[in-house]
């Protein structure tokens, strides 16, 4: 699996549905950068990167109940050292951001944070993998430069999904949510029962599809007060 991270794009937004392989493919490309800076030989068939002057990560959910935290308060503090830690040499792994909190609210800080790191003139410049389920972010590919949008493939046959452990340019079509929980082994009821919610909520929704952060026309109002 090719890992390309340059001037151009520095940030990668990775879309895919669950068990595809996103973790998988961004833990291996920390690995991969820690273990050629040590001198070490490398699982890959060309390596060619620089040096880096740290490695980040917030990868995987967990909450801290001895110092009553939260999940969500947890990822924000790991974030938040991320932020204010890394310079534009580093590598930052980042792996579902903002899914503890309300969707609005967890896509707005998500969003924020690409922002943040992806604009070189004011934010961190620095080389980035970032996963999520929000696809509304795919759409900072447009508007934000050093973005660009990747999917792990996968291909569908009727309810059943087939994960092609390959990434693949461009933004993921679906998460695939129902049809990962079935092969998760939920019963057939319950997976029946939620497509037919799902339809009623795609019909009842003000657009095609589920209930979205339209950003580009926050954007476009946030440059008519301007």
Not at 50 to 59: E, K, L, Q
Not at 190 to 216: H, I, M, N
């Amino acid at each position: 699996i090719t890992v390309t991270l340059g001037q151009d794009f520095s940030l990668l937004i990775i879309t895919g549905p669950n068990m595809a392989g996103k973790s998988t493919y961004m833990r291996q490309t920390a690995l991969i950068a820690l273990m050629a800076q040590i001198g070490s030989f490398v699982p890959a068939q060309m390596c060619r990167m620089g040096v880096v002057d740290a490695i980040f990560t917030r990868v995987g959910a967990s909450d801290d109940l001895a110092a009553g935290q939260s999940t969500f308060m947890v990822e924000m503090t790991e974030v938040a050292e991320i932020l204010q830690y890394a310079t534009p040499r580093s590598l930052v792994i980042l792996d579902e951001i903002g899914r503890g909190t309300s969707t609005f609210d967890g896509m707005s800080i998500a969003r924020a944070v690409v922002e943040h790191i992806a604009e070189k003139s004011c934010g961190l410049g620095c080389k980035t993998l970032f996963a999520t389920h929000y696809h509304e972010l795919t759409e900072l590919e447009h508007t934000v430069g050093g973005v660009k949008n990747y999917n792990i493939a996968v291909k569908k046959r009727g309810d059943d999904v087939t994960f092609l452990r390959r990434i693949v340019r461009g933004a993921a079509d679906d998460s695939y949510g129902i049809e990962v929980a079935k092969l998760a082994g939920l019963p057939q009821a319950v997976t029946d029962r939620a497509k037919e919610v799902l339809r009623q909520l795609e019909a009842s929704a003000p657009c095609s599809g589920a209930t979205q952060l339209d950003f580009t026309s926050m954007d476009a109002g946030e440059r008519a007060e301007q």
